[in-house]
T-cell receptor
């Protein structure tokens, strides 16, 4: 069975600082990994995904994530936070042949202060 | 191009009442999903459908039923609402190929008194 753990339910950074949101997964087969962002009162939007190939994945809004199989991690980073990055971020996993069903982490709420 | 549209956006029910949440997508996606979002628990899959006329149980299906009579629509029903079903419900859809991302609606906020 698959599972996703997001370390830190709340993360606070200063504008311009590095953003690091942690995600660890458990999967018995090679996973597909996703990061989604949710702004208040909205649905989830895809930030980036890892399927196969290059382990460093670039997404929208300057975010990127690196798949590390040995550490079973898929941490999300952004070099310089912007006020507009304040939102909730979800890491999710799916598996081949699984009808694209997603298992989500509990989410990390990112606050950006001036 | 509206994407995924959920109706209604808000609803308050009394315990024991029934209701149906409607999800419509205009992207010709084969797969559709219903999730519930609760604080500190992320999103959990209730039911999903891999095509017109087919449905399957997800992680938390008890107390819910679904139907997919048309490819573009996926209905979620609560036959006898309970306070534990107070949540935000999201519908999503995706293409029928592996590793495709899901596209989400804006959610239905449901309160059961």
């Amino acid at each position: 069975a698959q599972s996703v753990t997001q370390l830190g339910s709340h993360v606070s950074v200063s504008e311009g600082a590095l953003v690091l949101l942690r995600c660890n997964y458990s999967s018995s087969v090679p996973p597909y990994l996703f990061w989604y962002v949710q702004y208040p009162n909205q649905g989830l939007q895809l930030l980036l995904k890892y399927t196969t190939g290059a382990t460093l994945v670039k997404g929208i809004n300057g975010f990127e994530a690196e798949f590390k199989k040995s550490e079973t991690s898929f941490h999300l980073t952004k070099p310089s936070a912007h006020m507009s990055d304040a939102a909730e971020y979800f890491c999710a996993v799916s598996t081949p042949g699984g009808y694209n069903k997603l298992i989500f982490g509990a989410g990390t709420r990112l606050a950006v202060h001036p | 191009n509206a994407g995924v549209t959920q109706t209604p956006k808000f609803r308050v029910l009394k315990t024991g009442q029934s209701m149906t949440l409607l999800c419509a997508q205009d992207m010709n996606h084969e797969y559709m999903y219903w999730y519930r979002q609760d604080p500190g628990m992320g999103l959990r899959l209730i039911h999903y459908s891999v095509g017109e006329g087919t449905t399957a149980k997800g992680e938390v299906p008890d107390g819910y039923n679904v139907s997919r009579l048309k490819k573009q629509n996926f209905l979620l029903g609560l036959e006898s609402a309970a306070p534990s079903q107070t949540s935000v419900y999201f519908c999503a859809s995706s293409l029928r190929r592996d590793n495709q991302p899901q596209h989400f609606g804006d959610g239905t906020r449901l309160s059961i008194l």
